[in-house]
């Protein structure tokens, strides 16, 4: 990111979501969008107010960027392994608890933890996809599962 220190934590988080949501509206908008797309998102963030003076330092933060982005996407690192257990525990609360106020309230506290409250919506949209395939999954093969559980 910036060079310039932001003295509001509050600009930070801003940023933050300011730049979540156009990563996002990348992702819906293009299947095949990569990391060079989202680093030049996040470089563009990384630049608000400044010029982009010196290339070569633009283009070696992006290579630093690009870098952390594809490791962070790696099974196993400790940002995934974060991120996707934040994801796992919003999708359980919601699945278990229901998409009304206390589901929702579930999937809000485990996305806190790691600054994607604003992916509630999705993930409880996608925890009501999940819970009707696996209601469908139960009506059509129900008689079948109980006969595998019963014959262990």
Not at 136 to 141: A, G, K, L, Q, Y
């Amino acid at each position: 990111m910036s060079e310039q220190a932001l003295v509001n934590p509050v600009e930070m988080e801003n940023i933050a979501v300011r730049c979540g949501k156009e990563v996002l509206e990348l992702l819906d908008r293009s299947e095949e969008a990569g990391v060079e797309e989202i680093v030049e998102i996040m470089s563009g963030f990384s630049r608000d107010g400044e010029e982009a003076s010196n290339t070569n330092k633009l283009q070696s933060w992006k290579a630093v960027m690009s870098r952390m982005l594809v490791k962070s996407l790696q099974a196993g690192d400790t940002v995934f392994e974060r991120i996707s257990h934040a994801v796992y525990l919003a999708t359980r609360g919601v699945v278990l608890a229901g998409n009304g106020p206390q589901g929702r309230k579930l999937a809000e506290m485990a996305l806190r933890r790691v600054g994607a409250v604003d992916l509630t919506d999705r993930v409880v949209a996608a925890a009501e996809l999940l819970v009707a395939v696996a209601t469908v999954s139960v009506n059509v093969h129900g008689q079948w599962y109980k006969y595998l559980t019963d014959n262990m």
